[in-house]
């Protein structure tokens, strides 16, 4: 099991920036899919970017453009690079990680297949 846990987030205006990180427990994170999730408040938790062992990537229509997920070579963290943010981006970010479908762009997947971290808020006043 891989244990991890994000940093990076915050509160910024309309049109900022962040950039989230996320660390694995000493594993090999390109052993796995990952994924940041995001849930805002009432609402369900959904995938956001995705990137497989093999670096393909996959955005919700809703960030394309604007967020861009990648890890570092070493596979200890994975990040997500957030533009010309708006306040509908205001949520809890997740990272996870997926182990049994490296290969593949694990979003839409239950949620229950995933290991997660403990989230972390990104708040995006207008």
């Known amino acids: 099991q891989v244990r991890l846990m994000e940093s990076g987030g915050g509160s910024v205006e309309t049109g900022g920036s962040l950039r989230l990180s996320c660390a694995g427990s000493g594993k090999f994170l390109g052993d796995y899919c990952m994924a940041w999730f995001r849930q805002a408040p009432g609402k369900d938790r959904e995938a956001v970017a995705v990137i497989n062992s093999n670096g393909l990537t996959w955005y919700a229509n809703s960030v394309k453009g604007r967020f861009s997920i990648s890890k570092d070579s070493d596979g200890k963290y994975l990040y997500l690079q957030m533009n010309s943010l708006k306040p509908e981006d205001t949520a809890k970010y997740f990272c996870?990680?997926?182990?049994?479908?490296?290969?593949?762009?694990?979003?839409?997947?239950?949620?229950?297949?995933?290991?997660w971290g403990q989230g972390i808020q990104v708040t995006v006043s207008s």
């Open positions: 996870a990680a997926e182990p049994f479908r490296p290969d593949e762009l694990c979003y839409g997947l239950s949620l229950s297949s995933y290991y």
